[in-house]
C-alpha cells in the first residue's frame, strides 16, 4: 500500500534533500580546500622558517670566521667551527629540533627544543637526496615529508677552509592537524548551520509556494460538500492566480447551473404533478365499467404513449333499447391532447344522453372546439354509433377517424364503414356530418380503435397494418371479447419490440 504523502511534505522535502546535498558537496570541497591549503601553508612557513635560520647561522659562521681570522687562531677546523656555531645557536634557531649533519651525510649533533638538550651523532645519516645540500651543487634548502612532520634542510659553509654541512629542522605537525582540526570543526559547524537554515527556508518556502494548492484543495472540499457560495481570495497575479479566478468563475457557474436545476426541477415536478391531476382526470372520463347489456359483449382498454394520452373511449346505454359507443384521436400527444379529448369526449357523453342522433353531436360538438381551437390547427377525429339493441341497427357518423372493422360471422371478407367521413372536429366551423346505418347479425364483431393500432412501427418502420389486425378477429371468432383483444395487444407489443409510439385505444363490440 503506497504511503500517503502531502505535496508541501514532499516539496519540503526535496527542497530540503537538493539543499543539504548542495551544502555537504560544497562542504567536502571547502574542507578538502581548506586541509590542502593549511598543509601547504605549514610547508611553506617550515621552509621560510628554515631559510631564515639557515641565514643566522651562516651570519654567525661569518662572524666567527672573521674574528678567526682577526686574532690568528689555530687549530680549529672548519668542521667544528660550524658544530660550535650551531651549539652556541641552536636555541635560537626555529622547529622543535635540529640536526647537524657532516659532509658525509652522517649526524654530528641533535638539538631537542622540548628538552632544551644536545646529543652527540648516534650514527645516523642523510638520505642520498639530502646528501645534495653537502655536494657544492646549487640547492637552497631539502624538504622531506614524514606521517609525524617535515624536515627542511639548508648548507652551513665555514669560509675558512670551505668545510660544508647540512642543518635540518623538523616541524612537528601537531599543530598544523590542531589547524586542520579546528578547520574541519569551523567548516562542519557551518555546514550544520546552514542545513538547519535550508530546513527553515525549505519549509517556510514549500508552505508559500503550496498554500495557493491547500486554498484550491480547501475550495473544491468545500465546493463538493454543497457549499457553493465559497470563492477563493486569488491574490497572486501568476498562474496560481487564474487558476484561482478560473475555479471562482466555475464555482459561480456551477452556482447557477444548479439554481437553474432546482428551478427545472420544481417546474418539473410542477408539471408532473399537473400531468398526474390530468391523467386522472382523462382516466376519470374513461368508462370504470363497460355496460353489461344482454346480447352484447364489450370490451376496451387504452394505452397512452406518455403520462398523458389523446385517446379516449366510451360506452353508454341512454335508455332501455339503445346503447351509445363512441372512439376519438386527439392531435399530438400530452396535456394539449388530453385537454382537448377531454372538452370533447364531456360534450359527446351530454348530448348523448340527449337522445341526439351521432351526426347532430359530431355538429355540435364541432361547433363547441371550433370555437375553443380557433386557428390552432388541432383537431379531434372522432368515431360516434349509437345500437338499438332490438333490431340491431347501428347508426354511425364519421370525423376524420379511422373507419372501425366488422367482421361477420358468416363471411370472410371484413367490412370498413368508412362510407361518408366529415373533416376532423374543429378544424372548420363550415362542415356536415351524415348518418350510416348498417344492420348487424348475431355473431358479427365490430372493432373500433385508433391509429396507434394499425400504424404501430417496428424497428424498419413497417406498420402493423389492418390485414394482420383483421386476421386475428378471424382466429379468435369464438373467443372472448377480452381474450381476442389480449392477444391483439400481444401481438402489436411483439412487433413495437416495447417500444410504443403513439396513443392506443381498441373497443370490440360482440352480438350475441
Known sequence: MAKSTTFRARLTWNIVLLSTGSLLFFSVAVLGTAVRTVRAHF??????????????????????????????????????????????????????????FGETGALISDFNRASMSVNAGDGARLSEGAIRLLSGEAVSHVSVRTNRGI??????????????IAVFLHYSMDDARHLETM????????????????????????????EP?????????????GKLAYRIEAGLQDEFGQIAEAFNQMASSLQRYMKNVETEAKRREHLESEFRIASQLQQSLLPK??????????????????????????????????IYIAIGDATN???????????????????????????????????????DLGESCRFVTLFLARLDLHTRTLTYSLAGHNPPVLVRKSTVEPISLNRKSGLPLGLSDDVLFEDETIQLLAGDMLLLYTDGLTEAPDQNGKMFGMERVVHILSEHQGSPVESVLDSVLKQVKEHECGDQMDDLTMLLARLT
Not at 56 to 83: E, I, N, P, W, Y
Not at 151 to 164: E, L, M, R
Not at 333 to 359: D, M, N, W, Y
Not at 362 to 371: I, M, R
Request: glycine fraction near 8%; charged fraction near 20%.
Open 183 to 210: 578547520t574541519v570543526v569551523y567548516v562542519v559547524s557551518l555546514a550544520g548551520l546552514l542545513g538547519i537554515l535550508a530546513v527553515l527556508i525549505g519549509t517556510r518556502l514549500s508552505r508559500h509556494l503550496t
Open 151 to 164: 624536515w627542511v634542510g639548508v648548507p652551513f659553509v665555514s669560509h675558512t677552509d670551505s668545510t660544508s
Open 333 to 371: 400527444k400530452g396535456l394539449p391532447a388530453a385537454i382537448h379529448i377531454t372538452e370533447c369526449a364531456s360534450a359527446v357523453r351530454t348530448l348523448a344522453r340527449q337522445g341526439f342522433s351521432p351526426a347532430r353531436i359530431l355538429l355540435q360538438v364541432n361547433t363547441q372546439l371550433y370555437e
Open 213 to 225: 494548492l491547500r486554498a484550491l484543495h480547501e475550495a473544491v472540499n468545500r465546493i463538493g460538500g
Open 43 to 100: 610547508e611553506e612557513m617550515a621552509v621560510d622558517s628554515t631559510l631564515v635560520s639557515g641565514r643566522f647561522l651562516r651570519q654567525m659562521q661569518t662572524m666567527a670566521d672573521q674574528q678567526v681570522s682577526a686574532h690568528g687562531v689555530d687549530g680549529t677546523s672548519g668542521k667544528d667551527s660550524l658544530k660550535q656555531t650551531f651549539l652556541l645557536n641552536s636555541r635560537a634557531l626555529t622547529g622543535d629540533r635540529a640536526f647537524l
Open 289 to 322: 365499467k363497460l355496460p353489461d347489456v344482454e346480447g352484447l359483449e364489450l370490451s376496451a382498454l387504452s394505452l397512452p404513449a406518455r403520462e398523458v394520452g389523446g385517446d379516449f373511449y366510451d360506452a353508454a346505454v341512454v335508455n332501455d333499447r339503445e
